[in-house]
């Protein structure tokens, strides 16, 4: 049978959920595509909560999607959500915007209020750019004296406000994931109330569409007999089948052919920013390619070692280092889906919480351009956020 070719009817927005371990992200995540596919069963699918955390290798079948990603639709949008499986994973995509998300769904426990890592994420959030937050109060079934409700939703505002969000604007839905994945019908409601509040908060962002096509890898697949597959978000411009396009970065440049796109398992003809796309490249071999390089039209961008940047470090309260650093420190660079060491020099010392010029030098070159947003993490924590400024080489 031949496929469903991709209809682009709505808006498409990327969101996600974030949040405290526990807190119930996941089962609010498959709360979300059973209530939707109740509404409508042609345009939203059931995704199970053991559906959703899980690993890459195990759906690297066929032109897939990004399987972090679940697909939903409300009356008005077509969403894509990415549900990170584990706090590690959830601060490396956020900093790297491998997400790119269009607003996020802050999950906090109405039992627990919010912890250390609820924190976290809304300061990450503020860092790298997520415009739009709306709070699943959740577990909301099971605190039963109001007044604690209405306290935790007090201490979620005031966090939102104290990290630069709109605290006092920013929608509170109390909600229970697990009843309505249960069937509770009032429960059931809630989840719809919890949407409806996204489709009118988080306003659909402006897409680049005139810019020259570039898509971060994040994925590299092989299909047999078909060839070798990237995936991704689409960053900027569009892409159609037929198109050239070249991989940059992290090594020798390839060039290639976009032969077939698909979005979620349905083929189009093209995809555009702010779309997830897996792209078939004729005559790639799958050694070739890697997370961490860009899909790009030839020659629209290129790699770079050594550039100026603004840095800021992350305080200790915000997850940062204890102690300050100085010229030739040797952290982790992430840019998009991808990291590599780098050398940082700078003229003074610097301390968590500063915010510093300084001149990077890569081990390898990464494709890009001044404005480019970055992390700089070690030992598996994010210590700093920077923009690239100058490039020198
Ligand atoms: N009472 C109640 N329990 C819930 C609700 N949502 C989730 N839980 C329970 O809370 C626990 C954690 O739920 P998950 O959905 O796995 O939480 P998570 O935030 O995805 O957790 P991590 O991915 O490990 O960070 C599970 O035992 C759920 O059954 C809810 O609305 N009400
Ligand atoms: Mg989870």
Redesign the pocket.
Known sequence: MMKQEFVRAKPHLNIGTM?H????????TAAITKVLSEVDPSATSFTA?DRI?RAPEELARGITINIAHVEYETPTRHYAHV?M???ADYVKNMITGAAQLDGAIL?VSAEDGTMPQTREHVVLARRVGVPHVVVAL?????VHDPELLDLVELEVRDLLSRYGFDGDATPVVR?????ALQGDPVWTQSIIALLEAVDNHVPVPDRDLTSPFLMPIENVLTITGRGTVVTGAVERGVISTGDNVEVIGLGAAVTSVATGIETFGKPMQQAQAGDNAAILLRGVRRGDVRRGQVLALPGSVAPHTRFRASVYLLSHAEGGRHTGISTNYRPQFHFRTGDVVGVVELDAPALPGDTVEVTVELGKAVAMDTGLGFAIREGGKTVGAGTVGEILA
């Open positions: 949040g371990v526990d807190h119930g992200k996941t089962t609010l909560f955390d549900d499986p584990g706090h999950v959740n577990k909301a079934d099971a909600v229970s994931g697990l009843r």
